[in-house]
């Protein structure tokens, strides 16, 4: 069955350090979304990525974000400087079309703890 | 008010019994709705849609309640695998994402 993979499964980092966090979506989906869940809290959206560019942003997705998808195949998140606030489970996500009728693929998650 | 919004729990019930799980969300332009099962530490996956006609799906029913902006889940029968965080997730349209609840967990106990 296809899925979605992310690289690191975990990364520990030095606060004011960058991250990349990496995914794979599922190889035939249009629509590319990060996602991220603080430990105890909702599963929070941060950015949906579409024909190469993206569509729509969150509050959370501030200057210290950007997202990238370089070759066709990856798609990734990036952190500039992280913050201790920054810790948490970040989610990269695919999907084939519209989502009011289709589903949400999940990766298993990156989980992110700044230092 | 949050856009969506669930009792956390945690929901103890014993194996055999029947749970009922509420959401309430904010926008009524809200076009989909979704319930979501998340295992503890694991990625969300798909439980299944919400109809306004209600839909059955085994041992699962979801409800759709527009006029007062509620979704419900019903799990018959529970199983001790039925343990996880139940997320109620909404589609509003406008941009092409999905807007999860904070989650219900239920544990089933033997």
């Known amino acids: 069955e296809p899925e979605v993979t992310q690289t690191p499964s975990h990364q520990v980092t030095q606060m004011g350090q960058e991250v990349i966090l990496r995914c794979v979506p599922i190889s035939n989906h249009l629509y590319f979304y990060w996602y991220r869940q603080i430990l105890g809290q909702k599963v929070e959206f941060l950015v949906s990525?579409?024909?190469?560019?993206?569509?729509?942003k969150s509050e959370i997705f501030d200057d210290q974000f950007s997202v990238e998808r370089p070759d066709g195949s990856n798609f990734t998140l990036k952190i500039r400087s992280t913050k201790l606030e920054d810790s948490a489970m970040y989610f990269c996500?695919?999907?084939?079309?519209?989502?009011?009728?289709?589903?949400?693929?999940f990766g298993e998650g990156s989980r992110l703890t700044v230092l | 008010r949050k856009e969506v919004e669930q009792d956390p729990g945690p929901f103890n019930v014993p194996e055999g019994a029947t749970v009922a799980f509420n959401c309430t969300y904010s926008n009524s332009a809200s076009q989909s709705f979704f319930w979501y099962r998340q295992d503890c530490r694991k990625e969300p996956k798909l439980l299944m849609s919400v109809y306004s006609s209600g839909n059955e799906d085994g041992r699962f029913t979801a409800q759709l309640n527009r006029a007062s902006q509620y979704i419900s889940l019903l799990i018959r029968d529970s199983k001790l695998s039925d343990s996880a965080t139940y997320l109620c997730v909404v589609f509003t349209g406008g941009g092409n994402k999905l807007t999860f609840g904070t989650g219900t967990q239920l544990k089933v106990e033997l």
């Open positions: 990525f579409y024909n190469n560019e993206i569509s729509e």
């Open positions: 996500a695919s999907a084939s079309g519209t989502l009011n009728t289709g589903e949400l693929f």
